[in-house]
């Protein structure tokens, strides 16, 4: 009798502690995730975090925290289902994130979801530091005819008078370029393969300007319509780890343009496209270019400068470790006729190349059609050193290319460990010299004999044309 009557009661207590149990475990785990969550994101937001391929994605609906100096882009309205217009909630947290008192603030655009934002300027200068945290997709309308009207078609994404920001994570801006690069007005796009005339803008998917202390790292772009990037007026940007592609016949697709704009490293990248993988332009100097894979495209160029006979400075600019792949050109310098001001301070180094059409070329006659007419100023071209650049080169062209001005000849052209093999065949072609003076440190492959040793008997030196 007693051990009948108290079985029920031991079982009933079995059960009280167990659900006991089970309910405070639940409570701590969420008070655990809540707090992790904020800290990850807040603690260590300049670093690159991609996400593994096989974690599950969110939906629109899963929770999250928008506490002081996080903010999800969703806790603002956007849906990003690839199709509705998100541009005010991007706004809107970047407005708030810029205005918090914060030292870092975060702005988070989650993975799993596609989010199409209409030409905007994001505008500073904000009260603390700012991470645009892109772990979903970007996208901007897709082609001239989904462009709101009465809004430049020139750009897409603009960062104004910003210090301190960085762009950065794990996803994708997809520039959704292929209905811009199908215009008439495109090289070969009008009737018959000709170029359609008429206005023919098309956006550059992300421009900083007036910018300061920016980092962009981690992150995959591709297909603009244009630029990927451009710099104006910036300084000190530094630029990690990203991945740029457009097909190889996309017009006009720079992978990174800078304009007026120091203090700028380049490091860790690939970039396949159909222009520039990286040109720099007036304006720019103490610019470093490291461990960059190029091509395939038309190579690292310095240009083009002087146009409409304008003037141009750039100087200390070094491009090392580098590899650069079926490119159209290798390391380039580009100036048009009539220009003035000077390129100087200059060193291509420790470069691969692999079937490049030009590996190393000076053009001072750049022109993009027929009725340039040679002109008696020019950017004058000086202290350019080029070493241990190897690899192959199409034979269609000169492994070296030095076209200098007839009037301002380019000056301390110095040439060491350059070994330049036919990709094909066995016929290896003569370097190509014009009013280039310069020396060698060693003897090279093919062997340069048309640089013209000392200096050029007219001096340009107190010319105030040519000085920055």
């Not at 630029?227 to 017009?251: K, M």
Request: aromatic share 10%.
């Amino acid at each position: 009798m007693w051990h009948s009557s108290i079985l029920p009661l031991a079982i009933f207590f079995i059960f009280f502690l167990t659900l006991f149990i089970s309910t405070q475990a639940r409570h701590h785990f969420h008070k655990h995730k809540n707090s992790h969550s904020h800290s990850h994101y807040y603690a260590y937001a300049p670093s690159i975090a991609i996400p593994p391929a096989e974690a599950p994605s969110p939906s629109s609906n899963e929770n999250y925290t928008n506490e002081p100096g996080f903010y999800d882009v969703r806790a603002f309205g956007a849906i990003g289902d690839g199709i509705s217009d998100d541009t005010e909630p991007f706004k809107m947290a970047w407005d708030t994130a810029c205005q918090s008192e914060s030292e870092v603030n975060v702005i988070l655009v989650p993975r799993g979801l596609s989010f199409v934002v209409h030409p905007t300027i994001f505008t500073g200068p904000c009260h603390g530091s700012l991470v645009l945290r892109v772990d979903g997709t970007l996208m901007p309308p897709d082609g001239p005819e989904s462009w709101p009207n009465n809004i430049s078609k020139r750009q897409w994404l603009i960062f104004y008078r910003v210090n301190g920001m960085s762009l950065e994570g794990g996803g994708l801006i997809d520039g959704r370029g292929q209905k811009w690069w199908d215009l008439p007005c495109k090289p070969h796009k009008g009737p018959n393969g000709t170029t359609a005339p008429g206005p023919c803008d098309s956006p550059i998917a992300l421009r900083f300007f007036m910018s300061s202390n920016l980092t962009v790292q981690g992150l995959r772009i591709k297909n603009s319509p244009q630029f990927h990037f451009r710099f104006d007026g910036c300084q000190s940007v530094h630029i990690e780890s990203i991945y740029i592609t457009a097909p190889a016949l996309s017009p006009n697709t720079d992978g990174i343009h800078i304009e007026n704009t120091n203090d700028v490293k380049i490091y860790n990248s690939v970039v396949s496209n159909g222009d520039d993988c990286v040109s720099i332009g007036s304006g720019c100097y103490d610019v470093d270019i490291k461990n960059i894979t190029c091509g395939p495209g038309h190579g690292i160029s310095i240009g083009s400068l002087g146009n409409h006979n304008s003037k141009a400075c750039v100087s200390n600019i070094t491009v090392r470790d580098s590899v650069i792949k079926v490119s159209d050109n290798g390391v380039r310098i580009k100036t048009w006729q009539g220009g003035s001001g000077s390129v100087s301070g200059v060193t291509f180094s420790n470069i691969q190349m692999d079937s490049v059409k030009n590996p190393i070329i000076i053009d001072q006659f750049y022109c993009l059609s027929k009725e340039c007419s040679n002109q008696t100023s020019a950017v004058f071209v000086s202290d350019i050193l080029y070493t241990n650049i190897k690899g192959t080169y199409d034979i269609r062209h000169p492994p070296m290319h030095f076209a200098c001005s007839d009037y301002v000849p380019c000056t301390n052209l110095t040439l060491s460990d350059i070994e330049l093999l036919p990709a094909q065949g066995d016929m290896v072609l003569d370097p190509f010299c014009w009013n280039a003076y310069g020396n060698l440190i060693t003897l090279t492959i093919p062997p340069v004999s048309c640089l013209i040793e000392g200096i050029p008997p007219q001096s340009i030196v107190g010319n105030e044309m040519y000085h920055c």
